[in-house]
């Protein structure tokens, strides 16, 4: 959803999930140690772990549960390189657009306003850069996808709700409380892994200059 003021974001203890300059939330794979406090505190339980991978294997590969948790970052390899994110590009329909938030609002307003719609997303967990827009009331179309869980027996994540009321786990006593109590973990965390990449790019850098004298010689 990427949340304008994302919780996952402020309440992950090792401070890997970052805002792009798309606005995307991000994890960063390479540091992420699958702990899901991202996932407990997402209101749609976006984020997923995949176990048996990343920097957990390396430090502690005996203990089960870890892994890196992943979610959608806009497709930020593709945007990088100027190209459109994969849903969009691979939708049939045409129906997903990109672009920028304020003129993507504009447009989910005026096409509500012209089919007589609602809007999913501007508003919920404090607003999110994902909008939504249809002709069937969002409430219904949560009400039809609990019933298709229920149906099939379905209890497992990745399959979001689009309930009306969503509160931001950061407007609330438990999240502010959580939130004071892992920013200066976090800070720590974030500063270990920033100088790691300042050092490894040294590293890599001296490495390479090194490469290029003997190729010189």
Same mark, same amino acid.
């Given at each position: 959803?990427?949340? #304008?003021?994302?919780?996952?974001? !402020?309440?992950?203890?090792?401070?890997?999930?970052?805002?792009?300059?798309?606005?995307?939330?991000?994890?960063?794979?390479?540091?992420?140690?699958?702990?899901?406090?991202?996932?407990?505190?997402? +209101?749609?339980?976006?984020?997923?772990?995949? $176990?048996?991978?990343?920097? *957990?294997?390396? #430090?502690?590969?005996?203990?089960?549960?870890?892994?890196?948790?992943?979610?959608?970052?806009?497709? %930020?390899?593709?945007?990088?390189?100027?190209?459109?994110?994969?849903?969009? %590009?691979?939708?049939?329909?045409?129906?997903?657009?990109?672009?920028? *938030?304020?003129?993507?609002?504009?447009? %989910?307003?005026?096409?509500? !306003?012209?089919?007589?719609?609602?809007? *999913?997303?501007?508003?919920?967990? +404090?607003?999110?850069?994902?909008?939504?827009? +249809?002709?069937?009331?969002?409430?219904?179309?949560?009400?039809?996808?609990? $019933?298709?869980?229920?149906?099939?027996?379905?209890?497992?994540?990745?399959?979001?709700?689009?309930?009306?009321?969503?509160?931001?786990?950061?407007?609330?006593?438990?999240? *502010?409380?959580?939130?004071?109590?892992? %920013?200066?973990? $976090?800070?720590?965390?974030? $500063?270990?892994?920033?100088?790691?990449?300042?050092? +490894?790019?040294?590293? !890599?850098?001296?490495?390479?200059?090194?490469?290029?004298?003997?190729?010189?010689?």
């Amino acid at each position: 959803m990427h949340c #304008l003021d994302a919780p996952c974001q !402020k309440l992950c203890p090792f401070g890997v999930i970052e805002k792009t300059k798309h606005g995307a939330v991000k994890i960063d794979e390479n540091f992420c140690m699958g702990g899901a406090k991202c996932r407990a505190v997402c +209101s749609w339980d976006i984020p997923q772990r995949q $176990a048996g991978v990343g920097l *957990y294997m390396q #430090l502690v590969p005996e203990l089960a549960g870890g892994g890196v948790m992943y979610k959608c970052d806009m497709c %930020a390899d593709l945007l990088k390189e100027g190209k459109s994110p994969a849903c969009e %590009a691979a939708c049939p329909k045409g129906a997903i657009e990109f672009g920028p *938030y304020e003129q993507i609002r504009k447009k %989910a307003y005026e096409r509500a !306003k012209e089919i007589g719609g609602f809007i *999913y997303g501007d508003v919920e967990n +404090s607003g999110t850069l994902t909008l939504y827009v +249809s002709d069937v009331p969002f409430d219904k179309i949560d009400e039809a996808i609990e $019933a298709k869980k229920k149906e099939e027996n379905d209890t497992r994540f990745g399959r979001p709700h689009m309930k009306s009321e969503v509160e931001n786990m950061l407007e609330t006593t438990h999240g *502010y409380m959580l939130a004071t109590l892992i %920013a200066p973990i $976090a800070g720590a965390a974030a $500063a270990g892994i920033t100088a790691y990449k300042v050092l +490894s790019g040294q590293k !890599k850098k001296e490495g390479g200059e090194h490469c290029e004298a003997k190729e010189e010689k």
